[in-house]
């Protein structure tokens, strides 16, 4: 009875050891190819030194020039846009609220 137990605590170590180390090397294969950028990268020493000559526009999200850019951050920053009505924000917040809740308490029907 001995010999029966002890052979199935070997063959369950020896399951253990062998899957173990199957799973650790297979993890290893692919981890010098994973650690290579791609060919195609751009290295990031090239990436800090080029100069950006376009953006974005905050407002609508067209490509702008330079130029355009930095006029119309200098028009958002003497008139910034309008603000929300009070009444509105304050409607948001409650939907928001509600949303919050209903998360915690979906039982609840308000």
Known sequence: MRRVKARKAIKLLSVIVISATLVGLSSYWGSAVIAL???????????RTKMIIEARSPIDGRFLTAAEYAQLQAQLQEAPPPKLDPKIREQ????????????FFPFLNF
Do not use: V
Request: aromatic letters at 4%.
């Open 92 to 103: 948001i917040f409650l939907l928001r609220l509600r949303k919050t809740l209903l998360q």
């Open 37 to 47: 950028p791609p060919p195609e990268d751009t290295p990031e020493e090239i990436l």
